[in-house]
């Protein structure tokens, strides 16, 4: 059976972090891939750790070939990829654990043929949040073409590694990366494919760390003459895609946006500053698991791990809404509840003191996604009714989804029967449970 994503890793004498990009791959709660790793002639021990992960992994397929550059190595991956899409990462970097579930459920709930991402930039031990994508949004070729020539230079577009594209696309149309050209490359090969391109989406979820580690053209020994020839190719193909995108009234309307892109290219614009404001201290930034605690045996440690892995997929529905993971969990609680029910009630549910409870449920009730009103039923009795505002229907929407992705997860590998056996073991256990308390 062919995996749905062909997941594509040229290596380079990346003996480094190499083991950090790949087990960022391996741990995905997305498993139906495949990884294609190009080592491309390194004289480190990058080759070795690739076949050490392919004799682990049968998901793993490794490339040996002599030093050719980046381009040719993904060019040799992409001849032999066969999923239905194509994700894409440097050596140095790696991606969050919902990078690739979040990339295919996007494509594939909205029908989409490019899905582009946010991104952290990490400098040293600093990390800080692209934050460019203002919301999860569906665009045509124009609507993204006129984001596009707003800011040319900008890491969104002239990259691969933050986004999927579809490889019968590809395919169709033979695109590949121009191992001639030693700068835009993947710029021009991302030009290529939006041409062919129909609907796009623009998720606002960082899910792929960035390491500022890599040259721009002034380190590369290339000749000025070379390098300005190089940058006029670029551009003029550049300036004839927005001709062939825009219609003439369009294009002579947008002719010195476009013409901008020589001006940042003249100055190597694809490369972003150092850090962003606002950085934190790397680690901090998303849910961390404590590796030993997750090893660990008993019903304690059983609770532990189904809270964490609740939490690691709630925490992707926070961060599209903006929301704290303590009130997207509150959020979930009281979709679960019934209502009216008393606070101390609610409160406990939820795992919180009343306090807490209370200051949390005002944060979502300004926020205009949950109406609470107290009831009093006697003087020394009140109750609370909840209602969900329209405004919260996304966001309930991909609470259920969140969910799902969580019986998924833990449901991964097993039969359909497999499954209903412990939907009916646990039924049982719960009925003990109720009884005894």
Same mark, same amino acid.
């Given at each position: 059976m062919q995996p749905n994503v062909s997941i594509i890793v040229p290596v380079y004498n990346a003996e480094k972090t190499l083991e950090r990009c790949v087990d960022s791959i391996l741990n995905q709660t997305y498993g139906d891939f495949e990884l294609l790793l190009v080592n491309d002639g390194s004289q480190d021990a990058s080759g070795a750790i690739c076949d050490h992960y392919a004799a682990?992994?049968?998901?793993?397929? $490794?490339?040996? !070939?002599? %030093? *050719? /550059?980046?381009? @040719?190595?993904? %060019? &040799?991956?992409? @001849?032999?990829?066969? =999923?239905?899409?194509?994700?894409?990462?440097?050596?140095?970097?790696w991606i969050t654990p919902d990078a690739t579930a979040s990339l295919v459920r996007a494509a594939e709930e909205y029908d989409c043929d490019l899905v582009i991402s946010d991104f952290y930039r990490v400098v040293g031990e600093r990390v800080s949040h692209k934050g460019d994508i203002d919301d999860d949004t569906v665009l045509t070729r124009e609507e993204y073409a006129a984001h596009m020539m707003e800011n040319p230079a900008d890491f969104y577009y002239g990259v691969l590694w933050n986004k999927l594209y579809r490889r019968?696309?590809?395919? @169709?149309?033979?695109?590949?990366? +121009?191992?001639?050209?030693?700068?835009?490359?993947?710029?021009?090969?991302?030009?290529?494919?939006?041409?062919? *391109?129909?609907?796009f989406y623009a998720l606002q979820i960082p899910i792929y760390y960035y390491v500022k580690t890599k040259g721009s053209l002034a380190t590369q020994s290339l000749s000025i003459t070379k390098t300005v020839r190089m940058k006029l190719m670029v551009f003029e193909y550049y300036h004839q895609f927005f001709k062939? $995108?825009?219609?003439?009234?369009?294009?002579?309307?947008?002719? #010195?946006? $476009?013409?901008?892109? #020589?001006? +940042?290219?003249? /100055? +190597? =614009?694809? $490369?972003?500053?150092?850090?962003?404001?606002?950085?934190?201290? #790397? /680690?901090?930034? !998303?849910?961390?698991?404590?590796? +030993?605690?997750?090893? =660990?045996? /008993?019903? &304690?440690?059983d609770a532990f791990r189904q809270r964490k892995l609740l939490e690691r997929c709630l925490e992707t529905v926070a961060l599209r809404h903006g929301l704290t993971l303590a009130e997207i969990r509150l959020l979930l609680y009281l979709r679960q509840v019934e209502s009216p029910a008393p606070r101390r009630a609610l409160a406990d549910f939820a795992g919180l003191s009343r306090s807490s409870f209370s200051l949390l449920l005002q944060k979502l009730s300004a926020r205009g996604l949950v109406k609470a009103e107290e009831l009093r039923e006697a003087p020394d009795r009140k109750r609370i009714r909840l209602a969900f505002s329209p405004a919260a229907d996304s966001l309930l929407t991909d609470l259920t989804a969140a969910l799902l992705e969580y019986q998924q997860i833990a449901h991964a590998g097993f039969t359909e029967e497999e499954i209903a056996q412990c939907r009916r073991l646990n039924g049982r256990m719960q009925d003990n449970i109720r009884n005894t308390l």
């Amino acid at each position: 059976m062919q995996p749905n994503v062909s997941i594509i890793v040229p290596v380079y004498n990346a003996e480094k972090t190499l083991e950090r990009c790949v087990d960022s791959i391996l741990n995905q709660t997305y498993g139906d891939f495949e990884l294609l790793l190009v080592n491309d002639g390194s004289q480190d021990a990058s080759g070795a750790i690739c076949d050490h992960y392919a004799a682990r992994d049968s998901r793993i397929r $490794v490339f040996h !070939r002599e %030093n *050719a /550059g980046v381009s @040719a190595a993904r %060019n &040799l991956a992409l @001849a032999h990829a066969v =999923g239905s899409y194509l994700q894409f990462l440097d050596s140095d970097d790696w991606i969050t654990p919902d990078a690739t579930a979040s990339l295919v459920r996007a494509a594939e709930e909205y029908d989409c043929d490019l899905v582009i991402s946010d991104f952290y930039r990490v400098v040293g031990e600093r990390v800080s949040h692209k934050g460019d994508i203002d919301d999860d949004t569906v665009l045509t070729r124009e609507e993204y073409a006129a984001h596009m020539m707003e800011n040319p230079a900008d890491f969104y577009y002239g990259v691969l590694w933050n986004k999927l594209y579809r490889r019968r696309i590809v395919e @169709a149309h033979h695109l590949r990366m +121009d191992p001639e050209i030693s700068w835009c490359e993947d710029f021009m090969f991302n030009l290529e494919y939006i041409r062919h *391109a129909q609907r796009f989406y623009a998720l606002q979820i960082p899910i792929y760390y960035y390491v500022k580690t890599k040259g721009s053209l002034a380190t590369q020994s290339l000749s000025i003459t070379k390098t300005v020839r190089m940058k006029l190719m670029v551009f003029e193909y550049y300036h004839q895609f927005f001709k062939t $995108v825009l219609d003439e009234d369009e294009y002579e309307k947008s002719r #010195l946006k $476009v013409y901008r892109f #020589l001006l +940042d290219a003249a /100055g +190597d =614009g694809a $490369v972003p500053p150092a850090i962003l404001p606002g950085s934190t201290k #790397l /680690g901090t930034e !998303r849910l961390q698991v404590c590796q +030993d605690l997750l090893a =660990g045996e /008993g019903v &304690l440690y059983d609770a532990f791990r189904q809270r964490k892995l609740l939490e690691r997929c709630l925490e992707t529905v926070a961060l599209r809404h903006g929301l704290t993971l303590a009130e997207i969990r509150l959020l979930l609680y009281l979709r679960q509840v019934e209502s009216p029910a008393p606070r101390r009630a609610l409160a406990d549910f939820a795992g919180l003191s009343r306090s807490s409870f209370s200051l949390l449920l005002q944060k979502l009730s300004a926020r205009g996604l949950v109406k609470a009103e107290e009831l009093r039923e006697a003087p020394d009795r009140k109750r609370i009714r909840l209602a969900f505002s329209p405004a919260a229907d996304s966001l309930l929407t991909d609470l259920t989804a969140a969910l799902l992705e969580y019986q998924q997860i833990a449901h991964a590998g097993f039969t359909e029967e497999e499954i209903a056996q412990c939907r009916r073991l646990n039924g049982r256990m719960q009925d003990n449970i109720r009884n005894t308390l």
